[in-house]
């Protein structure tokens, strides 16, 4: 079935280091891909999304590109702040029932 | 400002109690959902409803139930035939067609 896999955190990085946080999907058709950000003790927020084969998401510094030939929408940063410390999720849709299919999350940590 | 309310964001209950949980939306949006949050688990789908007066059950239905009487109102009850109801349950809304689905702060349901 259609799933999305990512890297398991927590992840703990010091300020200003380069962020990478992998995704990988799996799906029968054409998704959209995503990632949501959920800071301590809130909802999630959609941080970037991408909807077709090269796309790049970007915001709030972040960036991800849509990568068909390795399946995968791999999250960056080149300059974390402790700002950016939350859970992140990857997801995909397909756009049957406007279901959205979300990753187990990545705790991500930053030290100052 | 238009946006997704829960309530209450903590929630007690007693063995054998059925509680309900609020979600309120004023973004006219059609699609509504609930999620359930479990540490390391990531999110899980219960309920959708894309319509008024017409819903569909999710992943993990079992011990749950809900009503779609007016748009912009998603009640969930939990049972007390949810045996394990500890989580943290998230409410979201999207505009059929639309793939961004946008989520309120969330709801902690603990058991006394």
């Known amino acids: 079935g259609d799933s999305v896999t990512q890297m398991e955190g927590p992840v703990t990085l010091s300020e200003e280091a380069f962020l990478t946080i992998n995704c990988t999907y799996t799906?029968?058709?054409?998704?959209?891909l995503f990632w949501y950000v959920q800071y301590p003790g809130e909802g999630l927020q959609l941080l970037l999304k991408?909807?077709?084969?090269?796309d790049k998401g970007s915001n709030k510094g972040f960036e991800a590109t849509y990568r068909k030939e390795t399946t995968s929408f791999h999250l960056e940063k080149g300059s974390v702040q402790v700002s950016d410390s939350a859970v992140y999720f990857c997801?995909?849709?397909?756009?049957?029932?406007?279901?959205?299919?979300f990753g187990k999350g990545t705790r991500l940590h930053i030290l100052p | 400002d238009g946006g997704i309310t829960q309530s209450p964001k903590y929630l007690f209950r007693k063995e054998g109690q059925n509680v309900t949980l609020s979600c309120e939306q004023n973004?006219?949006?059609?699609?509504m959902y609930w999620y359930r949050q479990d540490p390391g688990q990531g999110l899980r789908l219960i309920y959708y409803?894309?319509?008024?007066?017409?819903?569909q059950k999710g992943d993990i239905a079992e011990g749950y139930s809900v009503s779609r009487e007016k748009k912009e109102s998603f009640p969930l009850t939990v049972t007390s035939a949810q045996k394990n109801p500890t989580a943290f349950y998230l409410c979201?809304?999207?505009?059929?067609?639309?793939?961004?689905?946008?989520f309120g702060p969330g709801t902690r349901l603990l058991v006394l």
């Open positions: 979201a809304s999207t505009q059929r067609g639309s793939e961004t689905q946008y």
């Open positions: 799906a029968t058709g054409y998704p959209s």
């Open positions: 991408a909807t077709k084969a090269d």
């Open positions: 997801a995909l849709t397909l756009n049957r029932d406007d279901k959205i299919i």
């Open positions: 973004l006219n949006h059609d699609a």
């Open positions: 409803s894309q319509i008024v007066n017409d819903f």
